[in-house]
């Protein structure tokens, strides 16, 4: 059974930093793709960062600078670090694996972690 399991959210203030951490078991986490999505309260999830089974990165334009995603395929972790927050980021933040196996699509969540920015 794979589990996906974020821990690292909580309060700051603006301009502070956490690191989120999300540990991946029951799944060769190596051969899959990772990233970090968000849901605001009465908005969409939408995606922060992303990280190749290659170590390829993205971030949306909203974080870039701010953010930065990583993985330790020895330890089967994806971080998510977030410097000089905003109340904007204000969210539940998920972590997301993803693989593509012999034409299906297989993807798996995380329970989430609530990261709350005050002013």
């Known amino acids: 059974q794979v589990q996906l399991v974020e821990s690292g959210g909580g309060l700051v203030q603006a301009g502070g930093s956490l690191r989120l951490s999300c540990a991946v078991s029951?799944?060769?986490?190596?051969?899959?793709?990772m990233a970090w999505y968000r849901q605001a309260p009465g908005k969409e999830r939408e995606v922060v960062a992303t990280?190749?089974?290659?170590?390829?990165?993205h971030h949306v334009d909203s974080v870039k600078g701010r953010f930065s995603i990583s993985r330790d395929n020895a330890k089967n972790t994806v971080d998510l670090q977030m410097n000089s927050l905003k109340p904007e980021d204000t969210a539940v933040y998920y972590c997301?694996?993803?693989?593509?196996?012999?034409?299906?699509?297989?993807?798996?969540w995380g329970q989430g972690t609530r990261v709350t920015v005050s002013s």
């Open positions: 990280i190749t089974t290659a170590f390829g990165t």
């Open positions: 997301r694996a993803q693989r593509s196996l012999w034409g299906r699509e297989y993807e798996y």
């Open positions: 029951g799944a060769p986490f190596s051969l899959h793709n």
